[in-house]
């Protein structure tokens, strides 16, 4: 069972436009979420993260939006650039809790 | 510069040999995990540490052992049991005794059985 859904498997945008991934999660005990950056054959690299206490976080060209009531959050990218080309996996847990759900991730396409 | 080493990058095996994943870490970090990914799929746990000499079997254990002898090395083995064993495998480590968990992973292991 899936608890954490990324439902776009790709996505591609212009570069200098926004992209927006979005994540939608069933467990509403999750109250710590991450976004991670994975380039191919190499390990996910942890790129922004929001707790519940918060709706938005922001850091540079990344924001990460969080909507408890729907149980769904999106991260922005604004400007997207072709390094942003990469696999974006969203994930949750549970305070004090050492796991994370991982989604299935969203592949971005940066066209020049 | 500290971080997570995982080796070989390339790994082949015949069917029905066992293997082992090695797996180092000098963040100081307590907990260890090991991942699974698969084409299309997100990361799935395989087995996770708290600390040294415990560790918990994740989502998709079957067919996988570990071992957490020391701090800085939790080695992932995946035995004849494990009937697809083709992935590429992610080892990752973050700190205790905070309320948020932050992974911080490797560069992976590609594993192909011939």
């Known amino acids: 069972d899936q608890q954490v859904k990324q439902n776009s498997p790709s996505l591609s945008v212009q570069e200098g436009r926004i992209s927006i991934l979005n994540c939608d999660y069933t467990?509403?005990?999750?109250?710590?979420f991450l976004w991670y950056k994975k380039y191919p054959a190499e390990g996910p690299t942890f790129l922004i993260s929001i707790s519940s206490i918060k709706d938005k976080n922001e850091d540079g060209r990344f924001t990460v939006f969080l909507n408890k009531s729907a149980k769904h959050l999106s991260l922005h990218i604004v400007p997207s650039q072709p390094g942003d080309s990469a696999v974006y996996f969203c994930a949750a847990s549970r305070s004090n809790d050492y796991k994370l759900s991982f989604g299935a991730g969203t592949t971005v396409t940066v066209r020049a | 510069d500290g971080g997570i080493t995982q080796s070989p990058k390339y790994l082949f095996r015949k069917e029905g040999q066992n293997v082992t994943l090695s797996c180092e870490q000098n963040?100081?970090?307590?907990?260890m995990y090991w991942y699974r990914q698969d084409p299309g799929q997100g990361l799935r746990l395989i087995y996770y540490s708290q600390i040294v000499n415990d560790f918990q079997k994740g989502d998709i254990a079957e067919g996988y052992s570990v071992s957490r002898e020391k701090k800085e090395s939790f080695p992932l083995t995946v035995t004849s049991a494990q009937k697809n064993p083709t992935a590429f495998y992610l080892c990752?480590?973050?700190?205790?005794?905070?309320?948020?968990?932050?992974?911080?992973f490797g560069p992976g292991t590609r594993l192909t059985v011939l």
């Open positions: 963040l100081n970090h307590d907990a």
């Open positions: 990752a480590s973050s700190i205790t005794g905070g309320p948020y968990n932050e992974q911080f």
């Open positions: 467990n509403s005990m999750f109250d710590y």
